[in-house]
T-cell receptor
Framework: AQSVTQPDIHITVSEGASLELRCNYS??????LFWYVQSPGQGLQLLLK??????LVQGIKGFEAEFKRSQSSFNLRKPSVHWSDAAEYFC??????????FGTGTRLQVFP | GAVVSQHPSRVICKSGTSVKIECRSLDFQATTMFWYRQFPKQSLMLMAT?????????EQGVEKDKFLINHASLTLSTLTVTSAHPEDSSFYICSARRTGGLNGGYGYTFGSGTRLTVV
C-alpha cells in the first residue's frame, strides 16, 4: 500500500529565506503526487501536482517541487518565503484507485 | 472554475442527534467524492469514497451505520453523522474529483470543511 512521510512536523523560517519541505512516498508504480496548503480552519488548496513528464513542477504562489524517483521524494521548495505562506502543508500520493493518501503535514511558521 | 461548496462550515449539536453535511460541486460534475476526517493538528484520514448512484466504499475502521454517505447526483454528496457523540467532534472535509481533468489526469477540489462539535 502506498504511504507518504513528511519528516518535519514543524519548520520555522525567516521571511525572505528559502524553504524546502520534505516528502517521501512509498508506491510500487509511478505515483501521482500532490502538495496542498491548508490555512487554519480551512479546506485544502492545491499548490502543484505531478503526473508525468518534467520532474520539476511549477505551482502557484511561487512554489515548485521536484520528483526524484531514485529517492522516492517530492520535496516542495520556494526561494523566498512570505509571511502569508505560514500554514500547514500536506504532501499526498494518489494511485489508480482514485484515493489520495496524505502525509502527516508540516506546519510552517514564518518570522518577520 | 472547479469550486466545491461544503455546508455548514460549523455546527454544534447535542449528543444523540444527527447532523448532515453537504458537499456540492458548483461548476463541474463529480462522479466521485471523498470524505475525510481531520483531528486537531493531524493529517486527513480518508473515511469513505462516494460514487454517484452507488453505495459508498468505506475505509477500514469507519462505521458505516454511523457515517451515512449519499451521492444521489453528480453534484451533491452528503455525510450524515448519526447519533453523534462527543468523540465524533472533528473537522470533516469533502473532496470532489473532476471527470476527465487536465490531460486526463486527476483533478481534486476540496471543500472548506465542517467543524462539528458534539456537546
Amino acid at each position: 500500500a502506498q504511504s507518504v512521510t513528511q519528516p518535519d512536523i514543524h519548520i520555522t523560517v525567516s521571511e525572505g529565506a528559502s524553504l524546502e519541505l520534505r516528502c517521501n512516498y512509498s508506491y510500487g508504480a509511478t505515483p501521482y503526487l500532490f502538495w496542498y496548503v491548508q490555512s487554519p480552519g480551512q479546506g485544502l488548496q492545491l499548490l502543484l501536482k505531478y503526473f508525468s513528464g518534467d520532474t520539476l513542477v511549477q505551482g502557484i504562489k511561487g512554489f515548485e517541487a521536484e520528483f526524484k524517483r531514485s529517492q522516492s521524494s517530492f520535496n516542495l521548495r520556494k526561494p523566498s518565503v512570505h509571511w502569508s505562506d505560514a500554514a500547514e502543508y500536506f504532501c499526498a500520493v494518489g494511485d489508480n484507485t482514485d484515493k489520495l493518501i496524505f502525509g502527516t503535514g508540516t506546519r510552517l511558521q514564518v518570522f518577520p | 472554475g472547479a469550486v466545491v461548496s461544503q455546508h455548514p462550515s460549523r455546527v454544534i449539536c447535542k449528543s444523540g442527534t444527527s447532523v448532515k453535511i453537504e458537499c456540492r460541486s458548483l461548476d463541474f460534475q463529480a462522479t466521485t467524492m471523498f470524505w475525510y476526517r481531520q483531528f486537531p493538528k493531524q493529517s486527513l484520514m480518508l473515511m469513505a469514497t462516494s460514487n454517484e448512484g452507488s453505495k459508498a466504499t468505506y475505509e477500514q475502521g469507519v462505521e458505516k451505520d454511523k457515517f451515512l454517505i449519499n451521492h444521489a447526483s453528480l453534484t451533491l454528496s452528503t455525510l450524515t453523522v448519526t447519533s453523534a457523540h462527543p468523540e465524533d467532534s472533528s473537522f470533516y472535509i469533502c473532496s470532489a474529483r473532476r471527470t476527465g481533468g487536465l490531460n486526463g489526469g486527476y483533478g481534486y477540489t476540496f471543500g472548506s470543511g465542517t467543524r462539528l462539535t458534539v456537546v
